[in-house]
């Protein structure tokens, strides 16, 4: 399902087509974890670049998945996760 997107000109929410790719899916999916785990995990604790490449690497890992309806929030999680467990080490 599309997510709703609020148009600031004109008040209405209306809904971004939908990816035309698994490759666009699996970047706009990929944006979207980072963005919520952005909210949770400011530039202070850890920088862009390395949430990024952890969000990456977390889905490739399930490059070969057949179902595929929760991906993003297993991918989500198990960064969470990992990032939870490295701060209760240091």
Same mark, same amino acid.
């Given at each position: 399902?599309? $997510? =709703?997107?609020?148009?600031? &000109?004109? &008040?209405?929410?209306?809904?971004?087509?939908?990816?035309?790719?698994?490759?666009?899916?699996?970047?706009?999916?990929?944006?979207?974890?980072?963005?919520?785990?952005? %909210?949770?995990?400011?530039?202070?604790?850890?920088?862009?670049?390395?949430? =990024?490449? %952890?969000?990456?690497? $977390?889905? !490739?890992?399930? !490059?070969? !998945?057949?179902?595929?309806?929760?991906?993003?929030?297993?991918? =989500? &999680?198990?960064?969470?996760?990992?990032?939870? $467990? =490295?701060? %209760?080490?240091?």
């Amino acid at each position: 399902m599309p $997510a =709703e997107v609020k148009d600031q &000109r004109t &008040r209405s929410t209306r809904r971004d087509p939908l990816p035309r790719s698994t490759s666009e899916l699996r970047e706009r999916n990929i944006r979207e974890i980072i963005q919520h785990l952005r %909210r949770r995990y400011p530039p202070e604790t850890i920088s862009n670049a390395v949430l =990024e490449e %952890r969000v990456r690497t $977390a889905y !490739a890992g399930f !490059a070969t !998945a057949h179902v595929r309806n929760y991906l993003a929030i297993l991918v =989500e &999680r198990m960064v969470r996760n990992t990032l939870v $467990a =490295e701060a %209760r080490m240091t």
